[in-house]
């Protein structure tokens, strides 16, 4: 046996991994076991995982619904950094894990437990977040992962759940690996492994196949209040009911299947699948109206931001002076990010076909080409003058430097040709 341990909380899906993790902590930790299952939007059936868990050994089973916290404090806050690793990942698993470390510490804490354990393996980013983020909030705690250490293949954990008379659900063999939540769904494993080939249709549940796409095109209008998505199409919704109906609507056209290799934390590079509907088509409305409120120079260094953010996500770091910096800059930016962005939803793609705001930068006076606009044309020859300045000097003394060593070339003595000597 392990060193031992008292109590344990238990991050509990209610999967085969989770399930058989109850029974060996008891054996080789000689603790007790409670589960803790946070429903963060995942679909399944999480009620009747949680009531299998004290049937298999746990001594309670916690529930947590952090859907609406889950939306405001995380997923919402990294849409106003318009939250995508590598470009192209919104986040989904990486954010969650964050909101289920502070319920678990929590947990912890509340029924004085000594240590707190999940189901992630040794190869993953999860294992970082959720050892880093419970190593922040509570060092105290120790921190076991199974899957890390039972060196179990999957046939070995079904052997070992039967000899221990766990009550199970084992799924008809599915080499993926699935992580769901209300920002995205996320496949790896099995065939997605060779990232040559392209993904089955059967890893894709949430958008739909193309012969099933709306023949007509749906366009639907997000309304943004200081960078938080409060409406479509003119109706009020509260954040999780705005994202579930958005990854319908959107999914029903396809939108947010995303095909890309990743970097993992541990240095691993992956082909992973996603499929996020609302999350990409939230990011694509709110970078729209970003640019259509935000100054150039604010834009910009926002965009470094943005990357740092999704990085600082990604890789584990939510609780960090860094992340928490990050997202204060963020927050003062997104002031004057109110205002209605239609989205055409159509075969797959969606795109950004208007935008408008109270706070728009874009001035018609300034911008138009009748006789109405009061940009002071003339102003603008002086400008360039002197925009073009520093290039225009800098490329006058290469030249200049040029036709110095042409010269030297064409001197009788010279016998070699010498590269051009800096001015
Ligand atoms: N690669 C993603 C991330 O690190 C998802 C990981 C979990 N996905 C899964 N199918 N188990 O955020």
Redesign the pocket.
Known sequence: MAGKLKHVVLAYSGGLDTSVAIPWIKEHYGAEVTTLTVDVGQEGELEDAVERAPINGAREAFLEDAKVTFAEEFLFPALQANCL?QGV?P????LARPLIVRHLVSAALRLGADAVAHGCTGK???QVRFDVGVQTLAPHLSIIAPVREWNMNRQDEIAYAREHGLKIHVKPESP????ENLWGR????GRLEDPGSAPPEEVFQWTSHPEKWPKVPEDVVVGFSRGAPISLNGRSLEPVDLIQTLNQKAGAHGIGRIDHV?D?VVGIK?R?T?ECPAAIALVQAHQALEALVLPRDLLSFKGLVDRRFADTV?EGMWYSPLRESLSSFVASTQETVTGQVTLRLFQGTSRVVGRRSPFSLLSHELATYDRTSTFRQEAAEGFIHLFGLANRLAYARRREALTDAEEREALPASGKVSPPTPP
């Open positions: 690793y990942y986040l989904s698993t990486s993953g980013n999860d993926y690996s699935v992580d996320s496949v790896e494993g990743e993992r992956s992973e996603y990604y």
